[in-house]
């Protein structure tokens, strides 16, 4: 499926890539309860984060070459910002990806004892945020200020609901368990810690990016950003596509791989 120019199609590739996405999400589900079958996790995990990357964080654009031959630019600019946002992403992979190996050799294939309803459920929510974020940019993107205004409001609420969700219900249900933050509690050993720290961490990079939609939500407000120059728009999409890609990998890391830590 190639990336599209108008905004129908715009629209309706976002819709196709959530089913994918929401199809995927089901299936990784049930094969983590039905049998054991990490391989094939993980692999899944890998298409959905590549559905991200190319159709919502919009990967193709780093070989733009779009107003390369006039360095002052609009559309200049915007690429090196582009090039200059994604080596941060990368920086930041490497925080994440220390954390999942982290897990790994800890934990091996074990998991803290965890809701899975709520582990589907906060997935969910920030899937459907994704769209959401989606919907709003390619508003933007054709002139639409106040389609993007409302999309992106909707993607906060549900971001928030998500953070709410695994900071105030999720710890709380963890720590009734027995987890801790500790990593040499003799009852759960580091299971806790790593729990408490992969999932702290990605809290923190949700409410930075609630902040990010906030600032250019109201920005949006002002009149500031149009259909050619909204890269303030395009960063915040492609920050919070990145904070829900970290999340397609801790979620079976926690939730789904392994037996459960009694």
Known sequence: MAHTQDKSSALSQGVIIFVYLAVLTIIEYFVALTFDATGLLIVIAIIKAALVMYYYMHV????SDEGADN??????KAATDRLGLWLFLLSDTFVFAGLMVSRMNLLGLTRPHLNQALGLFVTAVLLV????????????????????????AVTFVLGLAFLLGVVFVEWRMAAAEGLTASFGNPATGPVGGVFYLMTGMHAFHVLTGLIFLAVVWNNARKGIYTAEKHWGVEAATVYWHFVDLVWIFFYPALYLIGKVVQ
Not at 71 to 76: C, E, I, L, Q, T
Not at 129 to 152: C, L, P, W, Y
């Open 60 to 63: 193709y654009k780093l070989n």
């Open 71 to 76: 360095r002052n630019s609009y559309a200049y």
């Open 129 to 152: 945020s994704s769209f959401f974020m989606n919907r709003g940019e390619t508003a933007m993107k054709f002139g639409d200020v106040k389609g993007f205004m409302k999309n992106t």
